[in-house]
């Protein structure tokens, strides 16, 4: 078998020899059309389907629009609630109930205390002197009264005497009279005799008097202690009291503020705020609800709590009192409506928020915070 030479293109054909002599014309070859593209082969039945994104697009994006839309209004319903609500705290103004010069300063700003724990003390020697003199006081009136008992044994005696002053009298006038009778004796004689009956009567009189009177400064009265002496033990107590009120401490535990006016050395009056004690143990919320959010709202119902100062924190709480007037009520200036020109705004009306957990943060009073009510039922 021969061997096959490799395929070549076929050679293009040839124009036929002319003739000699002859000139002869070669036809110019046509230029080369643009080629046709194949036609697009037929799309089929599986690519006209939509992909699975486009059918959740289609599907997906409708249905959680209705569902979120259904949601919001099935429980936009069933709670109210308010930004315009802030953290409270009971607040005390602590002040010396007695004036003096200040000695000691026990707390700083920002301190948490105890209750009982020493804030500051005023100097308390003007008041133990006061002790000092109440305690003199004391003894003059007992001594007083031993000089009332030993005029009372007096008054006694005195008594005594009046009695045998008299008797002596009364015998020698019935004498004087015997003898008047029988006119052994003077006109004279028998009158001096009565007379001086007359006199011891008066004296014994006289004599009784002083005793009553030395009674009646030594009674007791129903305290079984005299007036005198229950009086400078009283004016004693006070000023122990009075001693005992320099030194000021903490009605109630709590962080100290504005502690900045007690200074050493200076001089506090009697009644003046010095220091406020700030109660961090028992924080609330104040919601200041509209009037038409009240319609559902209930003593004792659930509530949620978010702070402006610390995002992400929710803590439970419940519906604790809900005020009694709005807002507006209790201000400095209530408004007056009684106007040609008056227009109707939505009062605001507080509402007490307790809190049902402790917080993870620290309160501070007068923080912003966000409140919502379940009034669901």
Do not use: C
């Not at 209705?66 to 602590?94: E, F, H, P, R």
């Not at 978010?306 to 439970?316: E, I, Q, T």
């Amino acid at each position: 078998m021969d061997q096959l030479s490799p395929s070549r293109p076929p050679a293009a054909p040839t124009a036929p020899a002319a003739p000699t002599g002859e000139e002869v014309s070669v036809p110019k070859a046509k230029p080369k059309a643009d080629p046709v593209p194949p036609a697009p082969e037929a799309e089929t039945d599986e690519a006209r389907k939509p992909g699975w994104r486009t059918r959740l697009l289609m599907f997906g994006v409708p249905l959680a629009l209705l569902v979120g839309g259904g949601w919001y209004w099935l429980t936009s319903g069933g709670a109210v609630s308010t930004d315009n609500a802030y953290v409270q705290m009971d607040k005390v103004s602590i002040a010396a109930e007695v004036g003096g010069r200040i000695t000691e300063v026990a707390v700083r700003d920002g301190q948490m205390v105890d209750k009982g724990q020493l804030l500051f003390r005023i100097d308390g020697e003007p008041y133990a002197l006061t002790v000092a003199q109440a305690n003199a006081a004391i003894d003059a009136a007992k001594v007083n009264v031993g000089n009332l008992s030993a005029s009372l044994a007096a008054t006694g005696v005195d008594i005594k005497a009046a009695q045998e002053a008299v008797g002596f009298a009364e015998s020698n006038f019935a004498r004087q009279a015997a003898l008047m009778e029988k006119g052994f004796t003077t006109k004279a004689a028998y009158d001096a005799s009565k007379h001086a009956v007359e006199q011891a009567r008066a004296g014994l009189a006289q004599a009784r008097a002083d005793a009553a009177e030395a009674r009646a400064k030594l009674a007791t009265g129903g305290s079984g202690v005299n007036p005198e002496v229950e009086s400078a033990k009283v004016q004693r107590a006070q000023a122990q009291v009075n001693l005992g009120r320099t030194e000021v401490r903490a009605p109630s535990a709590g962080r100290i503020a504005q502690s900045d006016r007690l200074q050493l050395g200076q001089m506090m009056v009697a009644g003046l705020p010095a220091v406020t004690l700030v109660d961090t143990l028992h924080p609330y919320v104040e919601a200041n609800f509209k009037e038409t959010d009240l319609a559902d709202m209930r003593v004792g119902q659930r509530a949620e709590i978010r702070f402006d100062a610390y995002p992400g924190l929710k803590v439970r709480g419940h519906v604790e009192s809900i005020g009694a007037g709005t807002g507006s009520e209790f201000s400095v200036l209530p408004a007056q409506n009684a106007t040609g020109n008056w227009v109707k705004v939505t009062q605001r009306v507080p509402v007490r928020i307790a809190f049902d957990e402790t917080p993870s943060r620290d309160m501070i009073a007068g923080l912003s915070a966000d409140v919502k009510v379940i009034t669901a039922k």
